[in-house]
T-cell receptor, first 114, second 115 residues
Framework: GENVEQHPSTLSVQEGDSAVIKCTYSDSASNYFPWYKQELGKGPQLIID?????GEKKDQRIAVTLNKTAKHFSLHITETQPEDSAVYFC?????????????FGQGTTLQVKP | KAGVTQTPRYLIKTRGQQVTLSCSPISGHRSVSWYQQTPGQGLQFLFEYFSETQRNKGNFPGRFSGRQFSNSRSEMNVSTLELGDSALYLCASSPRVSSNYNEQFFGPGTRLTVL
């Protein structure tokens, strides 16, 4: 069935270091992969997304890479700051996107130590 | 533009009761999806509404239902509440102009506690 696996479940880095979170998905028809950041007491916030016709996308300190053959996608955060501390979720759209169903990974708790 | 709003933010109910949660999407967005978030199961899709029609449904029992109004506002209802229904219920709004427009923007959620 449809599934998204996310690793690691927790990640602790020093301020200024890079952080990498990896996800794999099972539905080969998926063509849209968003990443969300969720802070305590808030809803998930869309921080970056990538579509299957693109291999990499950057937005300032955040980048996402996609390997469709291997069904892997990753989030890279460079020059981490304490305010990057949050739970990060990867997701894949169900099928080719005709519905609004996102399949989420289990989340990664990122702690950035000052 | 104002973001997605959800009401109420917090709710306490007892087993057997029913509850209705409300979501107002971003202005101009026609799609509303609902998700349940729990520590054990993570974020799970409940259903999506587009132009007042349910487009897809997740693997939840029939006690979970929803609807969408002509102004795109949506409500979800849970009947005969069980302890396991305690969760954060999130609503996500999407423009859904075509299948290429899949960005979903979440509201703050409604925290439901069932006693």
């Amino acid at each position: 069935g449809e599934n998204v696996e996310q690793h690691p479940s927790t990640l602790s880095v020093q301020e200024g270091d890079s952080a990498v979170i990896k996800c794999t998905y099972s539905d080969s028809a998926s063509n849209y992969f968003p990443w969300y950041k969720q802070e305590l007491g808030k809803g998930p916030q869309l921080i970056i997304d990538i579509r299957s016709n693109v291999g990499e996308k950057k937005d300032q300190r955040i980048a996402v890479t996609l390997n469709k053959t291997a069904k892997h996608f990753s989030l890279h955060i460079t020059e981490t700051q304490p305010e990057d501390s949050a739970v990060y979720f990867c997701a894949a759209i169900h099928g080719s996107g005709n519905t609004g169903k996102l399949i989420f990974g289990q989340g990664t708790t990122l702690q950035v130590k000052p | 533009k104002a973001g997605v709003t959800q009401t109420p933010r917090y709710l306490i109910k007892t087993r057997g009761q029913q509850v209705t949660l409300s979501c107002s999407p971003i202005s101009g967005h026609r799609s509303v999806s609902w998700y349940q978030q729990t520590p054990g199961q993570g974020l799970q899709f409940l259903f999506e509404y587009f132009s007042e029609t349910q487009r897809n449904k997740g693997n939840f029992p029939g006690r979970f239902s929803g609807r969408q109004f002509s102004n795109s506002r949506s409500e979800m209802n849970v009947s005969t509440l069980e302890l396991g229904d305690s969760a954060l219920y999130l609503c996500a709004s999407s423009p859904r102009v075509s299948s290429n427009y899949n960005e979903q923007f979440f509201g703050p959620g409604t925290r439901l506690t069932v006693l």
